[in-house]
């Protein structure tokens, strides 16, 4: 079967797979009543609930491991995610390891705790614990080389023996830029310039390159080259990698798939350099109707489109190359991983590089987007102050827009690894709030490091500056985790266990019903392909601008991206409905050099039903059918709204949204919010991110009486002082920094009140 046969099957199969098997309740969009989710909102399942990463370093064995599992119940975490490290008993994927993950599970079980397992050892995901190259040396990652130029004059003739690394040849008359594919099929290049022209041959190679890599089996304990990331556009590669660690786990794990073991995550898989796989220049063609080779050695030496001297039409095809790789990327990795979990009733938790700065993103993943069309809990990281009280980022909420647009009810963060300096508590706390009021749901707090024995206070076998100090121990005898040099102290707090709590109950609630935006704000990945450096920062700080505007004045939004708007985005009356059953009534799209065909056409057909399509700033400057080399434009917009005086959500735009479902009776712009639907009920979890109090009194669409549903202690009360009003319920909210609120509107669960 072809290289293109066996990506498609994969692709056709996926939606199929990846439903068929998600029987368990927590892994599904849900629709309980407002009494349903009463009765599990003290103590929540424990399928829904925060994790921790535990890092398997040191000698681990089953005394450690439930050493470690009692100290994160006692801390009121019952998951965690087992991360293989260096140091460890035995090897990554040997058949001691193994026996290891099964021991942990059958300790997980007695405790009715559950476990995650990262898809690597240790990251990031798909290098196979050095499998690759160790194993499989021609499925290692590969990237295109610097192109060598070879000047060659009118009439002369160039030889040469050519390396099996050389992917092609091309002449270049530098007089018209005209070109000649050369042909290299023999491993040999003999070509004679026409009589007339300035010519050059470009000579293009692929080498073997990997990203960086930290591999729990690599001796030196360091982040290097020394064990290769996979090649992740090829299907061979995939397959190895799906052999040695999720069917290996499979072995051992059995029945306690879904059960105590929820599923797999992984890490940071992604290129900082233009890939390369054997079969680009057949799937390139067969995508995208035109031959690459003449175009390729312009942008080979680096990626991205940012040499200045590129033409137009070299970033045309350069932004072509970037959308076949990326859908590489996601038919051949992502999609496998999304696949092979749902199939064995699990989930898979993912984030990938670079989520806060997209331009980079774009050159290291392709589309974020595209990544997780079948991953079930799409993930993001905030590991190092890409989130802070002076930086209130945004861009968690391309993991939960990614949910809530292809049908998953969670969205997870890596949180809090490299903070310098560590969070406190209580800053901790107001990460977490600012987290979950942009749609994340499970957490997973960094890091707790294995209990290992020790000598002299020190892990015995991790390096002394990994573990200055040893355990503290809780007041009922378990230890608590050691803190690594400058590694986060949040947990040790003695207040931990009740934020933990209040984490648990908030992860269950945010997780129930359906996500309630109702505006789409559109994401402009291939303008990233397009666009220089200086470009594509601007176009990215337009986007991050309008989201936050969008969120100071109250107006909840997911991002929508081209797959979405061309393939899952289903019109209803005046709706765009996506796979969790949520509709958009408004679509705004920022700045951009490019849309496709397919999503314009679908959003005209949206605004002809009534819906509202706002562009701001500018029309998309090309409109691209099968590819961007021979797009066209500007795209003509006549149909939509057009603001164009100035790149910001004016009032006029404001106007044209449709009403907000939290309307306030005054400005504040440091109040934020999420809303999920219940099926008789709406459910508000409202955030006071400021250093002032905030008096409010909104007006929450909705039927019903007013409850306040406290995640701090698990009671449910009346609202004392709300109001039925035009288009809801008027509330009274007194919020002091720093401090949320869990508004329900909707019938009392009148056996929850009773009970609180």
Known sequence: MSYSARLLIAFLAGPAAAFAALDQPWQKITD????????????????????????????VDREVIARDLDGMQALGVNAAVIEPKTGMTHPYLSPEYFDLVKAAVAEAKKRNMRLWIMDEGDYPSGLAGGKFSLEQPALRMQSLAAPEHVAVVAGATFTRDLSPNVVCAVAVNQTDHTTQVLDISSGKLAWTAPASGDWEVAITSRIYRTMPTRSANNPANVKDATHSLMDFLDPAATEYFKQWTFEGYAKVIGDEFGKTVLGFRGDEPAYGFNPWTPQLFAEFSRRKGYDLRPYLAAFAASPGPRNAALTDEQRRAYADYCDVWSD???????????????????AMQLHIEHEEILPQLATADGDFFKCFRNISEPGIDIIWHQLWMDNPADFPKLASSAAHL???????????????????LKEARWLLDFLMTRGINRIEYMFWSASTPRSGGRAAAAPAAANPTPSAIAADGTPLPRRGAGGPRYYRDPGFPAVAAYVNRLSYLLGEGRPGADIGLYI????????????????NKNLLALAHSLIEHQRDFDFVDEQALSSVLQPRGNELVNLSGQGYRAIVVPPSLAISRAALDRLHAFAAAGGKVIFVGAAPALVAERNFLHATGPADISWATLHEDTVAITPAVLDRLPPPDLALDHPAPLVSYTHRRLRDADLYFIFNSGDAPASLHPTLSGTGTAQTWNADTGRIAPLAGAAPSAGGVRVPLELAPWTTTVVVIGPAPAAALARN
């Open 524 to 539: 402009p990945s291939s303008s990233f392909w397009l666009a220089n450096s200086a470009t594509g920062q601007e176009l």
């Open 328 to 346: 590489l990327f996601r038919d051949s990795y992502f999609t496998m991983e999304g696949n092979w979990t749902a199939a064995h009733g699990l």
């Open 32 to 59: 309980p009543t407002a009494a349903e989710a009463a009765a599990q909102f003290a103590s929540p399942p424990v399928d829904t609930g925060a994790q921790f990463t535990w890092g398997w370093q040191g000698p």
């Open 406 to 424: 292809y049908g998953h009810p969670r969205a997870m963060c890596e949180a809090f690894a490299a903070y310098q300096p560590a969070p406190s």
